[in-house]
Structure formats: C-alpha cells, structure tokens
C-alpha cells in the first residue's frame, strides 16, 4: 500500500511557492497521508510564531520577517498567501493539532550570509528549473507549462493518487538536478544539508509519518542518502547574527514582486482565485471581471460572458492546452469585452489580476524592526522620545544636528509627526531649522503601519517617498516631494521622484502647473547646496521644466480673465527668479554651436521669451506690462523702448482695461508696487518723462487708467511719490548742485514754473473754469492731487 | 458561375492578383500538411490558418512566407473567433495592414477573399442584403431568379467567409442591416416569403478605423456581435524603418526617383521622430513626450520620406537631408496649430537638440517651424 510506503520514508511534497494546483495538492496529499509531523521550508527562528497562524486576525497575505538585531537593514521576507502550499501546510496541522516546523537554513545564518546591499533573496535557483522543463515539453512560457501540467491536472483529476504528481515531480527534479547539480546556487547546498539534519532530528523525534514541504527543486537533495558527519561538515564555519521574526502584512501588489522565497509570482489574483474557486475557475473568473467592468460603468451583458468564455475555450483549444489559463482568458477579455482595447484590460490586471488584498497580522505579534531602528536612531543622536513639547534648534552645518534633521525630515514622510517644522527666530539662513518636538503614545502605531515600507527609517521612507512618486497626480505634488526628499536626503529615492517629475511635466499641458513647480525646484538645488548632496539629475529637470515654460508660455498668455491673468504674472515672476537661481547651478555641457543648452542660454531664451511677450498684442496687458519691467530691470530694454512700449500700451487705441491693465503690470500693484516707485528713481523717472510727452487731448484719457492704479497705493505711499514728482528732477531745482549728475533724479524743493503749469489742468478737472487750453508741453503729474 | 470563370482568366494577368491565387501553393501544401480538425467547410484547421499568416516550415519541408508581420496572441484570437459563430472586427490606425489581414484570413479559411463588401459613405443596404434583377422582375415577378444575392448573402448560403471593409464608413441604418445577419444566421426575403439561412462555416471579418472616430460608431447592439482585435503599429523600430524604406523603395522606382545612397539615416531619423511622438516616450524611455493630435502612421512615414526624396531629386543634389524631411515632418505632426505646434517645439527643445548627431536636424526644423 502506498500508504505504508510513504511512512516508512519521509513524504517529500515538492511544490512552486505560490502555486494554487500545488497547495491543493498538498492539502489533498496531507489528508491521505495524516503525516505526524509537518516540515516546512521556511527560517527554524520562526516556529515560536507558528501559532499565530492560527489567529483569526491573521489574514493571509502576510509575511514571515527575518531580521539582524543590530541592523534592521538586513532583513529577509517568507511572504505567504492563502494560495501558498506552506500556509496552506502550516493551516492543515495547527488544525489538526499535529507539530509544524520549519527547517531551511536558520535566518541568522542566511542574513549572516547575505552581503547587506544586495537584494539577493534566499533562494532563487540561478538555473530556472520550471524553465528547462517547460522547454524540454516545447513550450515557450514556463508559467503555462507548470499551470498545464501541474496545477490544472491537480486541481481536475480528482479521482487519482493524490501522492502521484509529487512522485513524477520528484523524478523530473531529479533529472534535471543530475545536469545542473546545485544550479549555480552553491548555497543551496548548505540549506540542503541543513534540512536533512532536521529530517533526521524528526524522525527520531516522530518517527515515520513526516511530511516535508518544500521547493520542488529541493526534493531530490532531500531524498540523496549522506551521512549526518558530511552535512555537519557543510555547515561548519557558517557566519551567524542574532536574529529577530515577526509576522508583517502583506499585500498581493508584493507577492508580485520577487522576493523571499525567490519565486515572485504575476498574478496572485488570478491563483488566489483559481485556489478559491470551487470549480468552473473561468466562468467564475468571466464573471468577475464582468462585475469589475460594470462597476466601472462600461455595458458588460451575460452574453458577453458567455462569449468571453467561449473564445478561452477556443483559444486554448487552437493552442493545444488542456484549459484556458490567464494568457488565453485575457485574450478574450480584450477581445470580447474590452473592444480590442487594453485601457479596460490595465484595470482587470490591476484590480483582479494582481488583485488589491491586503494582509493583517494580530496584534501579538513582535515589534516590527523599524521601530527597533527608530529607537538605535534616538539613542545615537540623543534626541530623547518626551511627551512634553520642546524646542529644537538645529544647526545644519554640524553633523549630528544635520542627521537630526535628517531623521526628522524622514518621519515626517513617514507620517510619524514626531516634530513639526516652526518658523526659526531670527535667523532665516538655510542652514538654520527649527523643530518643535512632542512624542504621542499612538506615534507608536504610526511606527508600527509604516513597518510595511521597510526596516530602517531610511529605507522606509524612501520606498514611501517612491510610492509616493508613483501615485501623485498633480505636478506641484511630486515637486513638493522632491524638496521633502532632499531635505531628508533620500538620494536612492531621487532617481524614482525625478523620473515621475520629468514624466508629470511633459504631460502636463498647463503651463502656469510648470510655473508653479519650478521656484520649489530652484530652491531645493539651493537646499541641496546646503546639504552638499548631489543635484546634478535635479538640475536637469529643472532646467528641463524651465524649457518647456519657454515654449508654452507665450500661447499661454492669452484669452485670461483678470484673476488668471494676475495669477499667472505672480508665476512669471516666480520663474524669472528661478531661472536666475538656475543659470547658476545649470549643468554644463552645452558645448553646442548655438550655445542654447548652457544655463545662459536658458536665460537668453527666456529673455526672449519675454520680449515676445511684450510685443505681442494678443497677450493680456498686466502680462505685457510685467514682461517689460523685468526686462527694463535686466538691463535688456532700452529707456526709450520702454517708454516706447509704455506709450503703445497706453494709447487711445487701447481699450482702457487693457492699459490699465498694462501699468499695473509694469509699475506693480497696490501690493508693494508703490514703495517701489518711492525708491527707483529710474523707474519714477521714465513714467514721468511719459506722462508729461503725452499731449493734452489724450491726457484726459489717460487719467483714469494711472488714477485707478495709484489709487491702489497707500496714502503715505502716494503723499511721498507726489512730494518727489513735485519738487522735479534735481537738474532744474533751486539745490541742483550736481547738476548733470542724475538726468532722472529728482531734487529737494519745488520747481515753481513748473507746479503753476499743471493749475490750468486742475481747474479743467474741478471744472472751475472753461478757459484755453494750457501750454500742451507742460501737462504736468497731477498724480498726488487727484489720488 | 460564368462571373467566377472570367475572374479565374483573367487572373494570371491581374495587377494585383488575389490571396488565394498568389499564394496557393503554400495553401495547398498547408492543406496537405494539415491534420487537425477543420470546423466545417473551412478548407485549413485554425492552427493551419495561423500558421499561414504568420509563417513557418512544414513538416515536408515548405516554407510559408509570413502574411502578418505582428504578435502571434493577436492571429490566434483572430483565427479562433472566426471558429466560433462570433464575427471579427479588425480595428487600428490606417496602414496596419486591416485589409490584408482580412483578406488572408478568408483566404486561407474559405479559399475566397472576393466575397467583399466595400464600405462607403454611400453603401446602400442591398450591397449587405440583396438587390433586384429590375428587368426579371418586371417581366416575371418577384421569384428567386430575379434576386441579386449581395456577397454576403452568397457567403450565407454556402458556408463562406464574408468580407466589410470600412464598417464605419457605412450609414448606421445600412450597418444596422447586419444585425439580423450576425445574430439570428438568416436573411429574409419578405418579397418572396423566404428566407436564406446561413450554412455551418459562415463568418464575417469586418474592418473599421479608430482614429477618425464618430462617422458612423457602430451601434452596441451591432458591436456586441464582434469581437475585437485591435492591429498595432510596428513594434519595434526596426520593423518600421524596414517597412518604410521598402515601401519608399517601390514607390521611388514607380515614380522614376533617382535612388538616394544615403536615405537610410533619415529614413530612420523619420521612423524615430514618429515613434517617440506617437507612443509620447523617446526610444530610450527615459523622457515623456506629449502626442500630437495627427495620427503619424507609417503610411505617412512612407509620405514624408517619398516627399523628401523627390525634394532632394528635383530641388537638391539627390541626396536626401534633413533639410527634405523637416518641412514634411511639421506638416505631419503639426495639424492643429495651436496644440500641436507646442507640442512639436517641446519636442525640437527638450529631445531633438540635445540628441548627438541630430543638430543638423534641429536647425532644419527650427528653420521650417520659425
């Protein structure tokens, strides 16, 4: 009897981690069996957890974490699903209250030899063995292979042995361990001896009656007859840290990645379904994916669904398998359902096909490392956890204070508000932070949810700064988070914000979003100058984002209603100072002939840009008007041009808004812009000389635009400016000493002829008399009077 | 039918000779190979017919040319469809080979790709159901012998495959009449009080095109009726830059064009351009782009490097140079003004001028664009 057979050795259940036809396997082998105890590939520390399997707050998907005491960094993932031959083993004998163990390599000998850096996972045989079998059965995708011939056939051929597919497995593994021996894994060995000193260590404890579960590839190893003296040998002199487990969520988007137990799988969805369903797996999966498509309101009838299910059968037909797998079902999905198209088909992947399910783990189980991490991170730096608030003054130039505010900065991305950032007293260097700090008992659960992220701190908030990167919608948001990076000096994480920056702006056809991100962009390169940390990839896109406001702005410009364009002139001013800060820290191979790629250039461009701006007629005025005082400020517009443009743009032929519009632009507006006039002479000066060429016919037209944007000033604002109109330029004052000294200066006292030239006008304007029209060349600044 | 003989006569000496005329050795030696079931009347198993479109060496030895230069996935579902009583729409940008796709599957499956319906503005409803022999008519009434059967009334009645080209161009009430058709297998003729059923190996491939969307969107009742498959653009840049320098080749030497010596750089500069801006992503998949609104086709690659060639024949020293290309290339991408020009000059300013080797290029474009 087979029976008796299997007892008298171990029962050796080689399986594909995360393989749905294998765990219903292993089930069904086990309940013929009634092995006495359960093995288990899995790291020995974590039998004490086992139990917890058996919680009803633990749902699978969830994972088994390895990691060294005195360097959470190093840290090492058992993920399980509820597809997984291993939990389904560990769930079949705490249910019938038979002994599980686990026996691979102890972790504190694998994280031992795992260099730590490397992302090198315990064991993913360099040889795929699946591979070489599924090409040796001719087919090109080892996945559909194993699905056919393992997992399909388990799951259909119910009648049969349930021991028979672990003994032709078995054979194969065999084979093809014969060729490729350890498959360019040599550590393998070393977990392989390890485990037979465990198998031999059962059954003296047990007897006959093991059932061992473990990676198909393993079997053959298990099976070979050495003595204990060889495999002892072998694990002699295997370097050991101290180690800690714990039983971590889990999510199906990880069990997609490869990690742990080396097979990363693509569709946890899919095999989470094909274990759960009872049976008729893709009529039930049609059917899903149906209701997903509804949900999300396309017209999926059940005719479809039959259709959908009729074109799998067919496709696996045409294809010679025995059952349509995910390949054949997508195809039809698309075809079907989706009209061909695969915006439809992304979702079904996402939702159904990687699936969103989320683990949890009881609250009994150990610390996760991060807070382990947390608490070596504060006794180094002596920044002591308090409940009560304090002050932190942090100086960035010396390095405990800079790794503080890095570790602060890092919790803050992390969600754990441990210190709030408070505006600094005196000091606004940048070398200078200051940190208002206060430790909240449920800080510890933040500590514990962020777990999910990584083991350090660093290495938490970098992958949440990356996932972060990943799902931000808007612009401003991943600009925000690359200035957050480099204020935690995340550099691993820069790449990957970067990257999703420089993808977000080329997408994003709003120009005034680019001009939005681009000042947080220039200040985290000065951050970054602070910090010493590399910003060469910041600076490219930067200067990248610079480019394409060059291009885009002017059509911008256009067609705005008074708020846009006021908010839009705030951005161009953000931008001209960002691209000064930029031609600073640009990158320097623009060794082209044209020189446009080297941080002048940028500036010429934008230089450019400007000018376009000032001379196109279709832009709004306050627009128009900013884009010419920049340019008069840098020196690259001429007092006669400006004062050329400042009359096109005030002239009869322009609706008055547009002119209006068009000085405030230029001169600024109640914000600020009057002190401005105060203080720039020069500026003062060229309205002056404007106002007083303009002739009197037009002055009246004139006059309401200029009072509507000087009314906007402060009182003492406009008193100071009509003092200095009035006392005139300082060549014609009675005190002119330096007489030629300053053409546009205004000197102290009154110009007598000139103040009782500009009566006949107010009397025009008070209407006190009809009389002639005074001197035309000598209309002069009413300006305080009328304000 | 006297109508089919003269066709096979002439044959021989067509301009464009049908599939199952060019390519019947291979069909026959398929046929021969073949040993798989065949759903009824089809003269190849499905696995045959995939085989013929997408190339292979038989068993005895011959070789089939591939028909279909493009993922296997997409044939397989194709072939399988037509297996089932589900008819196929083959959807894609112009110049994914739709039509020659569809032709080599009737070909292959039913040994006939002339059952064709060639869809039009104003493609009446008897090109679908059927016509009246006028003259029949007057002098001996309504009767079977006075019926024009349409093509696809024919492929009904005896169990072939049925072609539409340009299903979207067709008015709605005209495509409306396939409904009948594709749902309950029959045609009636309520003149005569009959019906025409359709026979076991009717099928109907019809193609339509997703860019210019919105002439005539198929109804859902109609759509339901269709699966799917969607034709892609070449994959890779090789195949592309193969296709267009072959295409331009033929066409060059049609039109008497001096053959150019150094075409293949720019040709393949063309194919970059289109690509990058179609799938809004640079070759090296480190920058995003925006996409224009034009479709950028490699029938339109073709376009603009046949155009430069005749610039560089006619107006230049025959060698083709950026200079030929860039003002096609505009004129291709740049069909809404506003939009599409901003999109073109992020693309000159961000990839082209940093590009090694492309500053020619980008003078040229920057010349034609100012």
Same mark, same amino acid.
């Given at each position: 009897?087979?029976?008796?057979?299997?007892?008298?050795?171990?029962? +050796?259940?080689?399986?594909?981690?995360?393989?749905?036809?294998?765990?219903?396997?292993?089930?069904?082998?086990?309940?013929?069996? @009634?092995?006495?105890?359960?093995?288990?590939?899995?790291?020995?520390?974590?039998?004490?957890?086992?139990?917890?399997?058996?919680?009803?707050?633990?749902?699978?998907?969830?994972?088994?974490?390895?990691?060294?005491?005195?360097?959470?960094?190093?840290?090492?993932?058992?993920?399980?699903?509820?597809?997984?031959?291993?939990?389904?083993?560990?769930?079949?004998?705490?249910?019938?209250?038979?002994?599980?163990?686990? !026996?691979?390599?102890?972790?504190?000998?694998?994280?031992?030899?795992?260099?730590?850096?490397?992302?090198?996972?315990?064991?993913?045989?360099?040889?795929?063995?699946?591979?070489?079998?599924?090409?040796?059965?001719?087919?090109?995708?080892?996945?559909?292979?194993?699905?056919? &011939?393992?997992?399909?056939? %388990?799951?259909?051929?119910?009648?049969?042995?349930?021991?028979?597919?672990?003994?032709?497995?078995?054979?194969?593994?065999?084979?093809?361990?014969?060729?490729?021996?350890?498959?360019?894994?040599?550590?393998?060995?070393?977990?392989?001896?390890?485990?037979?000193?465990?198998?031999?260590?059962?059954?003296?404890?047990?007897?006959?009656?093991?059932?061992?579960?473990?990676?198909?590839?393993?079997?053959?190893?298990?099976?070979?007859?050495?003595?204990? %003296?060889?495999?002892?040998?072998?694990?002699?002199?295997?370097?050991?840290?101290?180690?800690?487990?714990?039983?971590?969520?889990?999510?199906?988007?990880?069990?997609?990645?490869?990690?742990?137990?080396?097979?990363?799988?693509?569709?946890?969805?899919?095999?989470?379904?094909?274990?759960?369903?009872?049976?008729?797996?893709?009529?039930?999966?049609?059917?899903?994916?149906?209701? $997903?498509?509804?949900?999300?309101?396309?017209?999926?009838?059940?005719?479809?669904?039959?259709?959908?299910?009729?074109?799998?059968?067919?496709?696996?037909?045409?294809?010679?398998?025995?059952?349509?797998?995910?390949?054949?079902?997508?195809?039809?999905?698309?075809?079907?359902?989706?009209?061909?198209?695969?915006?439809?088909?992304?979702?079904?992947?996402?939702?159904?096909?990687?699936?969103?399910?989320?683990?949890?783990?009881?609250?009994?189980?150990?610390?996760?490392? $991060?807070? @382990?991490?947390?608490?070596?991170?504060?006794?180094?730096?002596?920044?002591?956890?308090?409940?009560?608030?304090?002050?932190?003054?942090?100086?960035?130039?010396?390095?405990?204070?800079?790794?503080?505010?890095?570790?602060?900065?890092?919790?803050?991305?992390?969600?754990?508000?441990?210190?709030?950032?408070?505006?600094?007293?005196?000091?606004?260097?940048?070398?200078?932070?200051?940190?208002?700090?206060?430790?909240?008992?449920?800080?510890?659960?933040?500590?514990?949810?962020?777990?999910?992220?990584?083991?350090?701190? +660093?290495?938490?908030?970098?992958?949440?700064?990356?996932?972060?990167?990943?799902? *931000?919608?808007?612009?401003?948001?991943?600009?925000?988070?690359?200035?957050?990076?480099?204020?935690?000096?995340?550099?691993?994480?820069?790449?990957?914000?970067?990257?999703?920056?420089?993808?977000?702006?080329?997408?994003?056809?709003?120009?005034?979003?680019?001009?939005?991100?681009?000042?947080?962009?220039?200040?985290?390169?000065?951050?970054?100058?602070?910090?010493?940390?590399?910003?060469?990839?910041?600076?490219?896109?930067? %200067?990248?984002?610079?480019? @394409?406001?060059?291009?885009?702005?002017?059509?911008?410009?256009?067609?705005?209603?008074?708020?846009?364009?006021?908010?839009?002139?705030?951005? !161009?001013?953000?931008?001209?100072?960002?691209?000064?800060?930029?031609?600073? *820290?640009?990158?320097?191979?623009?060794?082209?002939?044209?020189?446009?790629? /080297?941080?002048?250039?940028?500036?010429?461009?934008?230089?450019?840009?400007?000018?376009?701006?000032?001379?196109?007629?279709?832009?709004?005025?306050?627009?128009?008007?900013?884009?010419?005082?920049?340019?008069?400020?840098?020196?690259?517009?001429?007092?006669?041009?400006?004062?050329?443009?400042?009359?096109?743009?005030?002239?009869?032929?322009?609706?008055?808004?547009?002119?209006?519009?068009?000085?405030?632009?230029?001169?600024?507006?109640?914000?600020?812009?009057?002190?401005?006039?105060?203080?720039?002479?020069?500026?003062?000066?060229?309205?002056?000389?404007?106002?007083?060429?303009?002739? %009197? /016919?037009?002055?009246?037209?004139?006059?309401?635009?200029?009072?509507?944007?000087?009314?906007?000033?402060?009182?003492?604002?406009?008193?100071?400016?009509?003092?200095?109109?009035?006392?005139?330029?300082?060549?014609?004052?009675?005190?002119?000493?330096?007489?030629?000294?300053?053409?546009?200066?205004?000197?102290?006292?009154?110009?007598?002829?000139?103040?009782?030239?500009? &009566?006949?006008?107010?009397?025009?304007?008070?209407?006190?008399?009809?009389?002639?029209?005074?001197?035309?060349?000598?209309?002069?600044?009413?300006?305080?009077?009328?304000? | 039918?006297?109508?089919?003989?003269?066709?096979?006569?002439?044959?021989?000496?067509?301009?464009?000779?049908?599939?199952?005329?060019?390519?019947?050795?291979?069909?026959?030696?398929?046929?021969?190979?073949?040993?798989?079931?065949?759903?009824?009347?089809?003269?190849?198993?499905?696995?045959?017919?995939?085989?013929?479109?997408?190339?292979?060496?038989?068993?005895?030895?011959?070789?089939?040319?591939?028909?279909?230069?493009?993922? #296997?996935?997409?044939?397989?579902?194709?072939?399988?469809?037509?297996?089932?009583?589900?008819?196929?729409?083959?959807?894609?940008?112009?110049?994914?080979?739709?039509?020659?796709?569809?032709?080599?599957?009737?070909?292959?499956?039913?040994?006939?790709?002339?059952?064709?319906?060639?869809?039009?503005?104003?493609?009446?409803?008897?090109?679908?159901?059927?016509?009246?022999?006028?003259?029949?008519?007057?002098?001996?009434?309504?009767?079977?012998?006075?019926?024009?059967?349409?093509?696809?009334?024919?492929?009904?009645?005896?169990?072939?495959?049925?072609?539409?080209?340009?299903?979207?161009?067709?008015?709605?009430?005209?495509?409306?009449?396939?409904?009948?058709?594709?749902?309950?297998?029959?045609?009636?003729?309520?003149?005569?009080?009959?019906?025409?059923?359709?026979?076991?190996?009717?099928?109907?491939?019809?193609?339509?095109?997703?860019?210019?969307?919105?002439?005539?969107?198929?109804?859902?009742?109609?759509?339901?009726?269709?699966?799917?498959? =969607?034709?892609?653009?070449?994959?890779?840049?090789?195949?592309?830059?193969?296709?267009?320098? #072959?295409?331009?080749?033929?066409?060059?030497?049609?039109?008497?064009?001096?053959?150019?010596?150094?075409?293949?750089?720019?040709?393949?500069?063309?194919?970059?351009?289109?690509?990058?801006?179609?799938?809004?992503?640079?070759?090296?998949?480190?920058?995003?782009?925006?996409?224009?609104?034009?479709?950028?086709?490699?029938?339109?690659?073709?376009?603009?490097?046949?155009?430069?060639?005749?610039?560089?024949?006619?107006?230049?020293?025959?060698?083709?140079?950026?200079?030929?290309?860039?003002?096609?290339?505009?004129?291709? =991408?740049?069909?809404?003004?506003?939009?599409?020009?901003?999109?073109?000059?992020?693309?000159?300013?961000?990839?082209?001028?940093?590009?090694?080797?492309?500053?020619?290029?980008?003078?040229?474009?920057?010349?034609?664009?100012?």
């Amino acid at each position: 009897m087979t029976g008796a057979a299997a007892s008298a050795r171990p029962l +050796l259940l080689g399986v594909r981690h995360h393989g749905p036809g294998s765990a219903r396997a292993v089930r069904a082998a086990l309940e013929a069996a @009634r092995p006495r105890v359960v093995l288990i590939e899995g790291p020995p520390e974590g039998d004490a957890l086992l139990p917890l399997a058996a919680d009803e707050q633990m749902k699978p998907p969830v994972a088994l974490l390895a990691h060294a005491v005195d360097d959470p960094g190093r840290a090492a993932f058992w993920p399980m699903a509820e597809f997984s031959p291993e939990w389904v083993a560990i769930r079949w004998a705490l249910a019938h209250g038979v002994p599980a163990r686990f !026996i691979d390599l102890p972790a504190a000998h694998s994280l031992a030899l795992t260099e730590p850096g490397t992302d090198e996972p315990p064991g993913s045989p360099a040889v795929d063995p699946i591979g070489v079998l599924a090409e040796t059965a001719g087919y090109d995708d080892p996945e559909a292979w194993w699905e056919d &011939v393992v997992e399909h056939r %388990a799951s259909g051929g119910g009648a049969g042995d349930p021991l028979a597919p672990f003994a032709v497995l078995a054979e194969a593994m065999t084979a093809l361990r014969e060729v490729y021996g350890d498959g360019g894994h040599p550590r393998d060995s070393v977990r392989e001896a390890y485990m037979r000193i465990q198998l031999r260590a059962a059954h003296k404890e047990f007897g006959d009656g093991i059932a061992v579960v473990c990676g198909a590839w393993h079997v053959p190893a298990l099976a070979a007859k050495t003595t204990l %003296a060889a495999d002892k040998a072998l694990l002699k002199g295997v370097p050991k840290v101290r180690t800690e487990l714990t039983w971590v969520p889990w999510t199906h988007r990880r069990l997609a990645r490869h990690s742990g137990y080396g097979a990363g799988i693509e569709s946890p969805g899919w095999y989470g379904h094909l274990f759960g369903a009872p049976d008729r797996p893709v009529e039930r999966w049609m059917t899903k994916v149906a209701g $997903l498509l509804r949900d999300e309101d396309r017209f999926i009838s059940s005719a479809h669904v039959i259709e959908a299910v009729r074109l799998a059968g067919g496709l696996a037909a045409v294809r010679g398998r025995p059952l349509p797998g995910l390949t054949e079902t997508t195809d039809a999905i698309r075809a079907v359902m989706c009209e061909g198209s695969d915006v439809p088909l992304a979702l079904v992947r996402d939702r159904l096909v990687v699936g969103e399910t989320l683990g949890e783990v009881p609250d009994s189980a150990p610390a996760v490392p $991060l807070q @382990r991490d947390l608490n070596r991170l504060q006794r180094t730096l002596r920044l002591k956890p308090e409940a009560s608030e304090r002050e932190l003054e942090l100086d960035l130039r010396k390095d405990t204070d800079a790794a503080r505010s890095r570790l602060l900065h890092r919790l803050r991305l992390l969600d754990v508000s441990w210190g709030d950032r408070a505006t600094g007293r005196g000091s606004t260097g940048t070398f200078r932070e200051t940190w208002r700090l206060r430790w909240e008992p449920e800080l510890h659960v933040r500590v514990a949810e962020a777990g999910v992220w990584g083991t350090t701190v +660093l290495s938490a908030a970098t992958a949440k700064a990356e996932s972060e990167a990943a799902s *931000a919608t808007a612009l401003a948001e991943v600009t925000a988070l690359a200035e957050r990076c480099l204020l935690a000096e995340l550099t691993d994480a820069l790449p990957v914000v970067m990257t999703a920056l420089a993808d977000r702006a080329a997408l994003d056809a709003d120009v005034s979003h680019l001009a939005e991100a681009l000042p947080a962009l220039a200040r985290s390169l000065r951050y970054g100058d602070v910090r010493a940390t590399d910003t060469a990839s910041l600076g490219a896109v930067a %200067a990248g984002l610079a480019e @394409r406001i060059c291009v885009g702005l002017p059509p911008a410009c256009t067609g705005l209603d008074a708020d846009g364009a006021e908010e839009l002139r705030r951005r !161009i001013d953000g931008v001209h100072t960002a691209i000064g800060l930029l031609s600073g *820290a640009g990158d320097g191979d623009g060794a082209d002939g044209d020189a446009a790629g /080297s941080p002048d250039g940028l500036r010429e461009r934008w230089a450019a840009v400007l000018h376009k701006l000032t001379a196109r007629d279709t832009v709004v005025g306050v627009i128009r008007g900013r884009a010419a005082r920049i340019l008069l400020d840098d020196g690259r517009l001429t007092q006669d041009e400006a004062a050329r443009l400042m009359g096109l743009a005030l002239s009869s032929g322009t609706p008055p808004t547009e002119a209006a519009a068009w000085i405030e632009g230029f001169v600024g507006g109640a914000a600020g812009g009057g002190m401005l006039l105060v203080h720039d002479e020069r500026l003062l000066s060229l309205i002056d000389a404007w106002l007083t060429g303009v002739r %009197a /016919s037009a002055f009246t037209d004139v006059l309401p635009l200029l009072r509507r944007t000087f009314s906007a000033y402060e009182p003492g604002v406009r008193r100071t400016l009509g003092e200095l109109v009035r006392r005139g330029p300082s060549p014609e004052g009675p005190h002119g000493g330096g007489a030629e000294a300053s053409p546009s200066g205004f000197g102290p006292g009154i110009d007598e002829s000139r103040a009782d030239a500009v &009566v006949p006008v107010l009397r025009l304007l008070l209407g006190l008399d009809t009389g002639p029209a005074p001197r035309t060349d000598h209309t002069d600044r009413p300006l305080g009077a009328t304000a | 039918m006297t109508v089919s003989a003269t066709t096979a006569v002439v044959a021989n000496e067509a301009l464009r000779p049908h599939a199952e005329d060019a390519f019947a050795d291979e069909l026959k030696a398929l046929a021969a190979a073949d040993d798989r079931p065949r759903p009824a009347r089809w003269k190849l198993s499905p696995w045959a017919v995939s085989t013929y479109l997408l190339g292979g060496t038989l068993a005895d030895g011959t070789v089939i040319t591939p028909k279909y230069v493009g993922p #296997r996935r997409l044939v397989e579902v194709a072939v399988t469809t037509l297996a089932t009583d589900r008819a196929l729409l083959l959807l894609g940008v112009p110049g994914t080979a739709k039509t020659w796709v569809s032709e080599h599957l009737a070909a292959a499956v039913s040994g006939d790709s002339t059952l064709l319906v060639q869809g039009t503005a104003g493609t009446p409803e008897e090109a679908v159901r059927y016509g009246w022999n006028y003259a029949q008519l007057l002098a001996h009434g309504p009767s079977r012998a006075a019926l024009v059967p349409s093509p696809v009334m024919r492929a009904m009645s005896e169990g072939m495959t049925a072609r539409v080209e340009e299903l979207t161009r067709i008015p709605a009430d005209v495509q409306d009449a396939l409904i009948t058709i594709l749902s309950e297998k029959t045609l009636p003729v309520p003149e005569l009080g009959q019906e025409v059923q359709a026979v076991r190996g009717f099928n109907l491939i019809a193609t339509a095109n997703d860019r210019d969307r919105g002439v005539n969107e198929l109804s859902s009742a109609l759509r339901r009726r269709f699966n799917t498959v =969607v034709l892609p653009l070449p994959a890779t840049p090789d195949d592309e830059v193969d296709i267009v320098s #072959r295409r331009v080749d033929q066409i060059g030497s049609s039109l008497d064009l001096p053959a150019a010596p150094d075409g293949l750089v720019e040709i393949r500069r063309v194919v970059t351009v289109f690509r990058e801006l179609r799938n809004g992503v640079t070759t090296d998949g480190r920058t995003k782009l925006k996409s224009p609104s034009g479709t950028l086709s490699t029938a339109e690659a073709i376009s603009v490097v046949t155009n430069g060639l005749a610039l560089a024949a006619h107006f230049g020293d025959g060698i083709l140079r950026p200079g030929d290309v860039a003002a096609g290339i505009l004129g291709a =991408v740049v069909r809404d003004p506003a939009a599409d020009r901003v999109v073109w000059q992020e693309y000159l300013e961000t990839v082209v001028r940093e590009r090694d080797g492309w500053k020619d290029f980008y003078r040229a474009c920057r010349e034609v664009s100012a």
